[in-house]
């Protein structure tokens, strides 16, 4: 079981989402990474994917909602949240 749970919600952020996750990597722990998709019309789901997060969507929602969505997807007691625009 990861230490860590990162939570990064996820609104049209293709253009930082890729830099968001290579830096959420770089971080030597065992973690999961729970992207929160709050209805983008971008490619920002699928380049989540491509960075190994699990991607979840929800309608647009708004920040809080997409939280309490991946906090209810978590997998550990220890959870940070992470905005995606850098």
Do not use: W
């Amino acid at each position: 079981m990861p230490q860590l749970s990162v939570i990064v919600p996820v609104y049209n952020e293709a253009q930082t989402i890729h830099q968001i996750l290579e830096k959420i990597h770089a971080v030597a722990l065992d973690k999961e990474i729970i992207v929160v998709d709050d209805g983008s019309t971008d490619r920002s789901g699928d380049i989540a994917r491509m960075h190994g997060a699990k991607v979840i969507s929800q309608k647009n929602s708004g920040p809080g909602a997409a939280r309490n969505k991946g906090v209810d997807n978590a997998n550990t007691e220890v959870i940070v949240f992470i905005d995606a625009d850098n």
